[in-house]
């Protein structure tokens, strides 16, 4: 016999329909869907200025909801922005806090200012404090914190309220590849302890280690949505860069390598150079092979996990918007 426990939460956790916000002409978010399963860790990838932040902030009740809807565990965004703000934790919020005090004053400041009683908001710092190792730091004052150590605490500060669904707005962004290993061990506690999360990113392997699910998003649009496995298979596992001496080449080459591999390259907006996605990274050689028996010559050739400019590639047929990608590699 099956018992129903009418208080479990509700198996959607979000669910968007053709959300969209323009910025004067500007759509910034165009027509998006989304369905976030209760427990998952879904991942919004996108580039720079793909409106990942948007997306958020109105599901967040940050920002008017031009067009579509939106509900939270079956709430409606718009209709009801107070309840909305009891089930979302928002990273990025605390910014505000007072520097000047430490990071167990500020937490439980932060405790009172959501309506906890004086000794609960700071039982409940001081677990937080604890359980992102932020101890030994708790009675510094934050304006000695690093980057990483103020990232732990301004999630800490978000989880307060102990909300079930959680927006990260790229976690780890600037991060050195310690503290970005931590915070993943963070995110995945949080999940591991009953939340769902909402975490937005730039990085193909970030999305790919954390989430169960991933929405591609580019220029307010989502391009692709599934298991990082279902992403990558249309990604490939990795990707065959190569350059051809001679731009007239091309099209010979898209020839060899859909006899080779039974599929088409993606050619890039430069038109000497194709990307090819290979199953596994051995099958190149036989891709190069065939290309020099062809007649074809090659200027240069990588072979990479795809990135996420490569995923773009693959998904939209153009790159990363240049002026962004120039800005992140900068
Ligand atoms: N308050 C705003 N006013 C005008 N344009 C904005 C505003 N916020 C974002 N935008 C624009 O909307 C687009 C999407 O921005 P955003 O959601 O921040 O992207 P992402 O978080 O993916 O980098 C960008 O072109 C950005 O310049
Ligand atoms: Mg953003």
């Given at each position: 016999?099956?018992?129903?426990?009418?208080?479990?939460?509700?198996?959607?956790?979000?669910?968007?329909?053709?959300?969209?916000?323009?910025?004067?002409?500007?759509?910034?978010?165009?027509?998006?869907?989304?369905?976030?399963?209760?427990?998952?860790?879904?991942?919004?990838?996108?580039?720079?200025?793909?409106?990942?932040?948007?997306?958020?902030?109105?599901?967040?009740?940050?920002?008017?909801?031009d067009e579509g809807r939106?509900?939270?565990?079956?709430?409606?965004?718009?209709?009801?922005?107070?309840?909305?703000?009891?089930?979302?934790g928002v990273t990025g919020q605390y910014a505000s806090v007072d520097e000047n005090l430490t990071a167990r004053e500020n937490l439980w400041l932060f405790g009172r200012l959501q309506g906890l009683p004086s000794p609960?908001?700071?039982?409940?710092?001081?677990?937080?404090?604890?359980?992102?190792?932020?101890?030994?730091?708790?009675?510094?004052?934050?304006?000695?914190?690093?980057?990483?150590?103020?990232?732990?605490?301004?999630?800490?500060?978000?989880?307060?309220?102990r909300p079930p669904l959680i927006f990260l707005d790229e976690p780890t962004t600037g991060l050195d590849p310690r503290t970005r290993g931590q915070m993943w061990d963070t995110i995945r506690e949080l999940v591991a302890d009953g939340c769902t999360v909402l975490l937005t990113t730039q990085y193909l392997d970030e999305a790919d280690q954390l989430s169960d699910r991933i929405a591609v998003i580019d220029r307010g649009r989502k391009v692709a949505e599934g298991t990082p496995d279902e992403l990558k298979t249309a990604v490939g596992d990795s990707t065959l860069q190569v350059h051809l001496a001679d731009p007239g080449d091309v099209q010979d080459a898209v020839q060899v390598v859909r006899r080779v591999l039974g599929s088409d390259p993606v050619l890039s907006p430069e038109q000497a150079r194709l990307n090819v996605a290979l199953e596994q990274a051995d099958m190149a050689a036989e891709v190069l092979i065939a290309l020099r028996t062809a007649g074809l010559s090659i200027s240069s050739v990588s072979v990479a996990k795809p990135s996420l400019d490569e995923v773009f590639l693959v998904l939209t047929g153009h790159e990363t918007d240049a002026d962004t990608t120039k800005e992140d590699r900068r």
């Amino acid at each position: 016999m099956s018992i129903t426990n009418l208080d479990a939460p509700p198996v959607v956790a979000v669910r968007a329909e053709g959300l969209a916000k323009a910025f004067g002409t500007h759509r910034a978010v165009d027509g998006i869907d989304l369905d976030i399963r209760t427990g998952e860790i879904f991942g919004v990838l996108g580039p720079n200025g793909a409106g990942k932040t948007t997306t958020l902030r109105m599901l967040a009740t940050l920002l008017a909801i031009d067009e579509g809807r939106a509900e939270i565990f079956g709430v409606d965004v718009s209709r009801e922005p107070h309840v909305i703000r009891q089930l979302v934790g928002v990273t990025g919020q605390y910014a505000s806090v007072d520097e000047n005090l430490t990071a167990r004053e500020n937490l439980w400041l932060f405790g009172r200012l959501q309506g906890l009683p004086s000794p609960r908001a700071r039982r409940v710092g001081d677990d937080l404090l604890g359980r992102f190792g932020l101890e030994d730091a708790a009675d510094k004052p934050i304006a000695q914190f690093s980057g990483g150590m103020r990232r732990r605490l301004d999630l800490a500060a978000s989880l307060i309220t102990r909300p079930p669904l959680i927006f990260l707005d790229e976690p780890t962004t600037g991060l050195d590849p310690r503290t970005r290993g931590q915070m993943w061990d963070t995110i995945r506690e949080l999940v591991a302890d009953g939340c769902t999360v909402l975490l937005t990113t730039q990085y193909l392997d970030e999305a790919d280690q954390l989430s169960d699910r991933i929405a591609v998003i580019d220029r307010g649009r989502k391009v692709a949505e599934g298991t990082p496995d279902e992403l990558k298979t249309a990604v490939g596992d990795s990707t065959l860069q190569v350059h051809l001496a001679d731009p007239g080449d091309v099209q010979d080459a898209v020839q060899v390598v859909r006899r080779v591999l039974g599929s088409d390259p993606v050619l890039s907006p430069e038109q000497a150079r194709l990307n090819v996605a290979l199953e596994q990274a051995d099958m190149a050689a036989e891709v190069l092979i065939a290309l020099r028996t062809a007649g074809l010559s090659i200027s240069s050739v990588s072979v990479a996990k795809p990135s996420l400019d490569e995923v773009f590639l693959v998904l939209t047929g153009h790159e990363t918007d240049a002026d962004t990608t120039k800005e992140d590699r900068r």
